[in-house]
C-alpha cells in the first residue's frame, strides 16, 4: 500500500454544515475549515491562500473523525458463525472465540485486523481501542506487532488493549477451549514490553497500549487487580476490560463477592478517568453514581449487545449525569457490520424505542462517537473540529437518493443509516480515505483473502 497523502496546507469548503463536537449550539457551525500542518488552523469564512490544497465539499457534511472504544479485531474472520449466531453471550463465547481461536495464525490475523480496519475507515472512523487478549505460548508472533502493523498501513490512529488472563474462564463442549492464560508476573512484564515499543503518550500519537485483562471476575484473580491497576499506572497506561454485560455477570459478582460488578471493582482500585469498561448494560443507579462520579468510562456497544440479548446499556442516563459514555462497535463476530455509522444509527433507534423519543438525540450520538471516544481513550486533540486541534475530519458525501428530501442534512449519516459514502477522510491531516476508497488498498484481494481463511478455519 502506499503512504497516506498529507498536504501542508489545505482549505475544505462549500460543505452544508459541520457537527464540531462541541457542546450545545457550538456543535453547528458553517463555513470553510484550513488545515495546516496536519492541524485545524480556522474554521468560519475563509478565503483560500495562494497555493493553497482545496478540497471541494459541496453536497457534504463534515464530522470530526469517529472514535470506536472497544473493538476485537481477530473476530473480523468469524462474521455469522452459524453455530453461535442465535445463541446468548456464553453459549456464542463457547462457539465462537473458544472455539475457533486457536485457527487464528498470523496470516489470519493480519487478514482479520485489515478487515476490521478497512471497515471502520470506510465508515469514517480515525482512532480504534482494540482489546485483543488471545496470547499463546506457542505462537510464532506477537499479536500487536502485526495488529500495529497493519494500522500504520491504513493511517489509522490505534489503541492496542493488551488483554488475557492468568485464569482459564471455565467453557463447556467440545467445541472449546479454554483461551490460554500466563503467569501475572509474565503478562505485566509483557504489556511492559509491549509498551516501551509502541506506547507513545503525546497528543499526536498514533499508537497507544492499554492494560486490558479480559474480564476482571473470571481471567484474573480477585488479589491480582490491584497490582495490575499499579503496574499500569507506574507506566502511564490506561486501564479497560469487560464489565456488566449481562446479568448472569451481576449475579455472579453478587454471589460469589457480595456486591454488584461496579462497586466489587471499585474496591481494587479499578475506577477513575484512565479506566473504561465494554458494555456496561447492568447497572443500578448507585452504580451510575459511582462511575460518573470517579470520571469512569463506558464504551457503548448497542449492536452486539442487542445481537445476543444481552440488553441496552443505560447510557442516555450516565450521559445525562455528566458521564463519560463513548460507541464502539466491538468484535465482529458479534456485530457483523461493524462500522461506525451503523452504530451511531443503532445507538439514536435502541435508546428511543426503549426509552422515549427524549432519551437521546443524533447530536448526543455524534458526541459519544467523537468527543467522548478521545476523552475516555485519553485523547485531547481529537473528537472535536476546532482551531488547534489535530485536523481528524470526515467528510461524509450526501449525493445518495436516501438523503434526497432531507430538511437537516447534518444529521443525514446517522439518521439515513446505511453505508457510509466518504468523500474524504483525514487523520492529523493525512488523506487515509478519498472519494470512498482507501488509496492503495487492493479490496478485491481483501475479499479473496478473507474468503480462503473463512473455507480454511471453517474446515
Known sequence: MSAPRISTSMLIRGADGIFTGLPGDA?????????VDGRIAAIGDLAPAPGENIIDATGCVIYPGLISTH????????????????????????????????KVDEEGLCTAARIGL???????????????????????????DVIFEVARELGLRLVFCRGGGTVARPVDG???????????DAMIKSIMACAQRF???????????????????????????????AAARAHGLRLHSHLSETNDYVEFCLTKFGKRPVHWIAEHDWLGPDVWFAHLVHLDAEEIDLLVETGTGMSHCPQSNCRLGSGIAPADRMA????????????????????????????????????????????????????????????????????????DIAIFNLSSPRYFGLHDTLIGPVAGAGAADLKTLMVGG??????????????????????????????
Not at 479485531?73 to 445463541?87: D, E, H, T, Y
Request: glycine share 8%; charged share 20%.
Open 71 to 102: 473493538h476485537h479485531l481477530f473476530q473480523s474472520i468469524l462474521k455469522g458463525v452459524r453455530a453461535g449466531i442465535n445463541l446468548p453471550l456464553m453459549g456464542w463465547l463457547r462457539s465462537v472465540p473458544h472455539g475457533y481461536w486457536q
Open 118 to 144: 478497512v471497515e471502520l475507515l470506510l465508515s469514517g472512523t480515525t482512532t480504534a481501542a482494540d482489546h485483543h487478549y488471545v496470547f499463546c505460548d506457542t505462537y510464532r508472533f506477537d499479536p500487536a
Open 430 to 459: 493525512r488523506i487515509v480515505v478519498e472519494n470512498g476508497a482507501i488509496p492503495g488498498l487492493d479490496i478485491e484481494k481483501l475479499r479473496r483473502d478473507a474468503a480462503a481463511i473463512v473455507k480454511r478455519i471453517a474446515n
Open 199 to 229: 506506547h507513545d503518550p503525546s497528543p499526536a500519537s498514533m499508537r497507544r497500549v492499554a492494560f486490558a485483562p479480559t474480564t476482571p471476575p473470571w481471567s484474573v484473580k480477585p488479589d491480582e487487580l490491584k497490582v495490575i491497576a
Open 320 to 391: 445525562a449525569l455528566g458521564g463519560n459514555v463513548s460507541l464502539a462497535v466491538d468484535g465482529a463476530a458479534s456485530n457483523e457490520s461493524a462500522d461506525m455509522i451503523s452504530e451511531m444509527n443503532s445507538a439514536w433507534h435502541t435508546h428511543r424505542a426503549a426509552k422515549g423519543a427524549a432519551s437521546t438525540t443524533v447530536e448526543e450520538v455524534v458526541r459519544w462517537a467523537t468527543v467522548n471516544g478521545a476523552r475516555v481513550l485519553g485523547f485531547p486533540d481529537i473528537g472535536v473540529l476546532a482551531p488547534g486541534k489535530l485536523a
Open 174 to 184: 467440545p467445541e472449546a477451549r479454554p483461551i490460554p492464560v500466563e503467569p501475572l
Open 27 to 35: 456543535m453547528r457551525a458553517e463555513g470553510a475549515i484550513r488545515v
